[in-house]
């Protein structure tokens, strides 16, 4: 199957694992794959925002509002020469606020169109970012949702703001965040267990933010009676932590919270793999998390928000220890009671692999669903 796959990223970060881990996984399947998006996504080093989210920084809102769909068109002009020489049997494209090329050129050329949804970016912006030009905004996406042969959200949560939006039930298909398993078995296979006094490793990765509560977790490991020494172990990097590093300071634990700050892609399964316990400490409500995908595939204890999204992968006392988010102080209950059964640890993480395999939530599965969701149609 040939494949153009349409994208507006510019930036190296949780976007481009998906993008980056998918395409390997077409390729590896012996599709072809012609990628069409911004030249600087070639460029970007991992962790660093590319140029829209400075704009967006330093113009008014809805004058970059303005200049993101003025990109449609040289965007849609790029990807349908890519698809005049290209010949493919389908676009798939990431959607993105006012990226537009996709929905265009799939109708212009009469092909089919595979949109994959993270986010429904008018309410995301409109909350956390601002969004000047609302109405357009939602036309926006609403018109290419609604141009999408088969819209293909991250979680049935997302898929229900696709229902309401107009698109039609049976051209939805829920495909969840994947993991590549081989990476993470390998870590697995050379864990150590650290030598000498009992110690317990509390581990997030991701951008740190303050609504993640991890503020909570460290002022709860201070507290901490046990005999275990506990640790806070963070992969990744964030505005939230400066403010957390003075918090373990005045604690007078600064010694049991880590920061690695902003690690490799090939770097995050050693990591993973080093945590007794992984933490999901906070979901927006549509979002499948990549890192819960993570710390399943190496085989760790995890405890997450009890919330729709989150049940869809995980499942409470079986794959995972879920947490009320609406009562705060039940995601330490929840990490106490794992530091102190050993068992359920690990019942837990061999359970959370397993369901990875058992659904084959991985890259090269979720590939092998949307072809044969395109070989399906064509039959």
Known sequence: MRILYSHRIQSRDGQAVHLDSLVSAFRAQGHEVLLVGPSAYAKAEFG?????????????GFVTELLELAYAVPATLRLDRAAAGFRPDVIYERYNLFHLAGALVARRRGLPLLLEVNAPLVEERSRFGGLALKPLARWAERFVWRSATWALPVTEVLAGYLRSAGVEPDRIRVIPNGIDLEAFTEALAAR??????????????????????????????????????ILLKVVGEGPARPGLEALAARLGIADRVVFTGLAPREAIPQHVAGFDIALQPASVAYASPLKVFEYMAAGRAI???????????????ETALLFDPADPQTMWRAIARLIEDAALRARLGAAARAEILARDLTWSGNARRIVALVEGAAR
């Open 192 to 229: 150590q267990a650290p030598a000498g006094a009992p110690e317990l490793v509390l581990g997030f990765v991701g951008f740190v933010r303050d609504w993640h509560g991890l503020d909570r977790v460290i002022e709860a490991i201070a507290a901490y009676p046990g005999p275990a020494r």
């Open 303 to 317: 405890v997450a928000p009890d919330q729709p999204n989150i049940r869809e992968v995980l499942r409470d006392g």
């Open 48 to 60: 660093r925002s590319g140029w829209v989210s400075w704009l967006r920084r330093s113009l008014p």
